[in-house]
């Protein structure tokens, strides 16, 4: 058993998306527990790969069917196999990172049906692009704090807003127009998409702990945060982690280290309340 299971009921997954958008204006929001551990995987152009392998790939991912074997993967299957392993070592949310690509738009009923089943699992954020998250039924779209207002007013009551923010103007300004969640690059270390969203260092827990009392949505923290300092970034206010998924890493390695890490996040949530 996935110790996703311990904190995340898939029945009540199912239930609040069916829920959501059922009120004018009122598109619910992520339960604290479900953004305890997001992995963050950033997917190659559409065209890079042949879709239809793709999609069957990722529902094979989310019903838990094997993979091929890693000396036959594609770049997608790959992509698919890590996700599967941060899911089955406990990710409590997964947030995609959609480059652009007309193929995208080519596979709209697949992606419908596919953001289904993995909804059912765990909730799917994703970085920026509306037109992927309301084609996938995702959760949230995580966008810059200046598009907060746009991007729900674009979105209606389809889908949640979350924010990108470094600062405690910019998560003041993201939670007063609407913003269900805010995510905080660069806390500990820089990571390469880090300079595009404008962070030139680390903030520290310090800053993050700022921005956390700032406000009274949950915060995630990102950026150089392992088994060894996840819990300064819990007690700094974080409500959870997001961990970027690297190829680099063994899918066993990376299932086991996902795992490691949602226990020290659960024990330091535990010891915070």
Do not use: F
């Amino acid at each position: 058993d996935s110790p996703l299971h311990s904190s995340l009921n898939p029945s009540k997954r199912v239930a609040q998306t069916a829920e959501r958008g059922t009120e004018d204006g009122d598109v619910g929001v992520l339960d604290p527990a479900e953004l305890a551990l997001v992995a963050v995987i950033t997917l190659p152009a559409a065209d890079e790969s042949p879709w239809e392998k793709y999609l069957a790939l990722l529902k094979a991912a989310v019903s838990g069917s094997d993979h091929p074997a890693a000396a036959d993967a594609t770049p997608w299957e790959t992509y698919l196999a890590l996700l599967k392993a941060a899911v089955s070592g406990g990710a409590t949310a997964v947030q995609l990172r959609v480059r652009s690509g007309e193929a995208y738009h080519k596979a709209t009923k697949r992606l419908c049906q596919l953001g289904e089943s993995l909804g059912a699992l765990v909730p799917v954020m994703v970085q920026d692009r509306s037109d992927v998250a309301l084609t996938l039924s995702a959760a949230a779209v995580i966008t810059h704090s200046d598009d907060v207002a746009h991007t729900r007013k674009v979105l209606g009551s389809h889908c949640s807003v979350g924010a990108v923010v470094i600062s405690v103007e910019e998560a003041s300004h993201a939670s007063s127009h609407g913003a269900i969640c805010l995510s905080v690059p660069g806390v500990l270390t820089l990571e390469p998409e880090d300079e595009q969203q404008g962070v030139d260092s680390p903030i520290g827990c310090e800053g993050l702990a700022q921005i956390c009392t700032a406000v009274t949505i949950p915060v995630l923290a990102k950026g150089g945060i392992n088994c060894v300092n996840a819990a300064q970034v819990i007690a700094a206010g974080a409500a959870g982690v997001a961990v970027e998924l690297s190829l680099d890493m063994g899918l066993e390695d990376t299932r086991e280290n996902i795992k490691d890490l949602h226990a020290v996040i659960l024990k330091a949530l535990a010891e915070r309340v």
